[in-house]
DNA sequence: GATGAATGAGTGTTCATTCAT
DNA sequence: CATGAATGAACACTCATTCAT
């Protein structure tokens, strides 16, 4: 008997997003990702219930990875700032290096694909900014201002400055990524 | 001809904004346009050649409308900081108070149904606010980045504050508007 | 504007029923019904919701109109034997001249395409036989059994020989229509 | 080679026809044997060359034994109408008993799975009745009608009072056996 | 101009059958 | 032999677009 061969879950996944930017997520076809994946169609139905399930599927797994990749670098033994620095630096990395994964989650979010399993996902990834911001406060170092608008603030931000090298077919700098949080700090800082 | 009759435009253009807003881009089609607006859907193609044309008429309409209305309140003569105060005030009430058109155009970037027409209205919305940071760096009252990170950084941070508010039903309060100006101003003043 | 036509729901429901009796209910399928009907696949969408919809429209409209059918000969005014035999004929007739009717009936019955308002048409159809069947023990003229059973024995009969007589490619002689009465008369009166 | 394992075949027959009594012949499906079987999908295809030829034998193996079961009664040295009696018992009882194994016959006919030669065993059903009622005839005890239409008559009849119980999920009374014997002879008798 | 009936290419999904293990 | 992963033809259904009225 053949087993259930994991690559093909990461060949399905790795041509779903690919399509995805090329094509969007509504001109995603299942037809077109098992040729891309090189798998026959009806394969996909063995490893996915559904086009939704396997959207849902992939939503998941970047969503999680992408949210604990974030907040890798952050130690509470280091000065504050310097953890700051290390998450914002290591946030627009993150988001310019896998922006094809990032791609496919904001269009996942705005689809209506998502069930509220998915979607909650969406809320928890903010539970670490919010914890720092909130340290932050307590150590006098960061505005008194509620923690969603600061972090509503240094993400939009961030996300925005790399969005724009990307669309403009430019490398992330480090330069940028150094104004990027000079701009991202002076703006919450007490 | 008869000239086309512009409620007929006005009722579609309404329809297909609060459909996008109920089902998405992704689930708009013709026939409920033709529904919701209270015309035939044949109706539709004495006014838009085909869907895409519908789409990209609605995009750059509302782009210009909201390019033009963000920067009504640009007045060189005022003190520089309050410029950028009222520029930032009156970009997120427009943000919050037109928040389904917004969503139209950000769907519509995102989707591949925009030509390059349209895609330039983009990239031109952004001319007025790094003529405005120029000046401020003139001034030696904007930090000496490159004008798109800095602007990057003001749209980003106003976008995401805003998102945050629709997306948790909550109202765009004054103080969000002080707090999200007071960080913006930070982030950029030299 | 393009009026629905009448003419299309007959030429789908003719093609069905020949469909039906070439390839059997499981067989059929809706490209097939379109071909047949001579019209556009997509167009059997504007007449009816989907296939299932279609066989119960079917189904309703061919049920009803047998089991008015089946009765119109009945006159209780003419004596209880004769208006049996009236019945039993025009049954078989009926049976035979429209079998692919019939034969399209018996197939959704066994299916499961059919809801329960057609299912219950299947009941409706033998309250005419109970009370004919009632009225022939008031006179005394029928078996005390029940009606059920009585009615059971007379439809069950007539089908069969009806069916035997389609199977082996040979018309409805009237002397089996007699034949068929007097086994159905015996059994049944007192 | 190894011989075919019979307990599996078995195994394939009942879950075929519990399957087919829940979704009809038009739903079945060779996963769904597999699995009610408790043995590997693909396994059915060592069994089986395909899903017509697991029908079809399915179907032979139930035709013969029935036809055999119907028939065990008969014995001509008994008087001829209790012979006729028995047979009606033994025959009701068997069509309610084995239900679910008359309504897989009774599908498989109506669709397109038979081949010929299993609807060749439908026509020689009717040997042992046919004989039967021409040894009557003989004896002056049944009406000179032809024996295809005699015949037709009781099976129609009997089935149709059968139908009837397992539709109004009644059980089948003796009373009910004794009141379709009684109509079934008084309608053959001479 | 205004309409919606008509259309068929395209979509998600199922399922009998094959085949590598 | 036994298995179930793999496959693609076939299906029900959708929808942008056309066109007769």
């Given at each position: 008997m053949k087993l259930k061969d994991p690559d093909k879950i990461k060949a399905i996944h790795a041509a779903t997003l690919q399509l995805v930017s090329e094509v969007g997520l509504a001109g995603l076809n299942m037809n077109a990702i098992g040729k891309k994946a090189g798998?026959?169609?009806?394969t996909l139905y063995v490893y996915f219930k559904s086009k939704e399930e396997l959207i849902n599927a992939l939503y998941r797994e970047l969503k999680l990875k992408h949210t604990s990749l974030i907040y890798h670098?952050?130690?509470?033994?280091?000065p504050y700032k310097l953890n700051m620095q290390l998450l914002v630096e290591n946030y627009m990395k993150n988001r310019f290096k896998y922006f094809q994964e990032h791609l496919f989650i904001e269009q996942s979010v705005l689809?209506?694909?998502?069930?509220s399993t998915s979607l909650q996902l969406e809320v928890d990834a903010y539970a670490g900014i919010y914890a720092l911001l909130k340290e932050g406060q307590r150590q006098l170092?960061?505005?008194?201002?509620?923690v969603e608008i600061l972090a509503a603030q240094m993400v939009g931000g961030a996300n925005e400055i790399v969005a724009d090298a990307i669309r403009k077919n430019k490398k992330l700098s480090s330069n940028s990524i150094q104004y990027a949080f000079e701009m991202c700090w002076d703006s919450i800082q007490r």
């Open positions: 798998i026959g169609m009806g670098t952050v130690d509470m033994s280091l689809s209506h694909f998502l069930d170092l960061v505005k008194d201002f509620p």
